[in-house]
């Protein structure tokens, strides 16, 4: 045996999969362009909003020695409810986001992209 049989095994799974996301990707766009662009601007809120999350709040904790001696009517405790009002608002945007994100897939699942394959997701996890 190899010894880069282990590596050459991985990267072969590797490639099975993303052959099966493109596959699925053509076939999602085939089925309803509109829907396609949903799910994947919905997905790169689901992926970037976490980080902006995280961003904010460590602005509002930046903000906390400055709140704790000049208090919440200080310029420092403005800036510290502003962040809190982006962090609420991010929150909701990715609650949104990921049910937007649920149902479009489900609705691309469940369209026929062709008339011999009942959905995108079967016709992707059929070998070619």
């Known amino acids: 045996m190899c010894p880069h049989e282990p590596e050459r095994r991985w990267l072969r799974a590797v490639a099975n999969s993303w052959r099966g996301y493109v596959r699925f990707g053509g076939l999602a766009v ?5 829907l ?6 919905c997905t790169v809120v689901a992926a970037v909003g976490p980080l902006a999350t995280l961003a904010a709040v460590a602005a ?22 502003l ?3 982006v962090v609420g608002v991010l929150f909701a945007l990715q609650r949104g986001a990921a049910s937007l994100q649920v ?8 369209s026929g992209a062709t008339s011999s394959e ?11």
């Open 36 to 41: 396609t662009l949903v799910t994947a601007a």
């Open 103 to 110: 149902g479009s897939v489900t609705a691309l699942g469940g």
């Open 118 to 128: 009942p959905g995108c997701v079967r016709g992707a996890s059929q070998a070619p």
């Open 83 to 85: 962040w809190a009002t």
């Open 30 to 34: 085939g089925a309803s362009p509109d």
């Open 60 to 81: 509002i904790v930046g903000q906390v020695p400055a709140v704790s001696s000049a208090g919440l009517s200080s310029p420092a405790g403005r800036a510290a409810l």
